[in-house]
């Protein structure tokens, strides 16, 4: 099932929006960056997380990123690294395997549960005697919105 991100909610396979709610147990700064992204139609980057945030009297760019971390770790958000920028996790839990396509023109994140994908790198890893902490695939194209404009 695809998962877009669109202002914090996930869009299933009939395109219903559902809100995720507030996680708990987060701290002050974590809960103001995660609601700073649960807002956001795009992904975001540290910078523009603290951008705004700066009239609710975050300054400092290490809390953005100490808050980051935090929600990282807690499996909230994930890290897209080919873009350096942050998404809402829209899963119920932390899961070891995440797949994302990134549209290259309009930013659109979509998060994909692929249940096969994980099924087969966790036994590989495994026979490698790999400790493995996260598998994140960033596939790069085009939506079907920027696909059917070219």
């Known amino acids: 099932m695809a998962k877009d991100q669109k202002a ?3 869009s299933g396979p009939e395109g219903g929006d559902e809100r995720r709610s507030l ?3 987060l701290s002050k ?3 103001l960056v995660w609601e ?3 807002a956001s139609v795009d992904a975001l980057k540290a910078y523009e997380i603290l951008d705004q945030l700066k009239d609710k009297g975050v300054r400092a760019p290490m809390t953005v990123y ?3 971390d935090g929600l990282e770790t807690k499996g909230h958000i994930h890290k897209l ?3 350096n920028a942050f998404v809402l996790c829209n899963h ?3 899961h070891v395997v995440q797949t994302f396509l990134v549209c290259e023109s309009c930013s659109t994140v979509k998060e994909l549960e692929v249940v096969a994908l994980e099924a087969d790198i966790l036994p590989a890893v495994r026979s490698a005697d790999f400790d493995l902490h996260t598998a994140r695939l960033e596939i790069k194209g085009n939506c079907a919105s920027c696909g059917a404009a070219a």
Request: hydrophobic residues 30%.
């Open 29 to 31: 700064n974590e809960k």
């Open 81 to 83: 690294d080919g873009l």
């Open 92 to 94: 119920e839990g932390p």
């Open 36 to 38: 700073t992204l649960a």
């Open 23 to 25: 996680p708990s147990g």
């Open 66 to 68: 100490r808050a980051l």
């Open 8 to 10: 914090g909610g996930v």
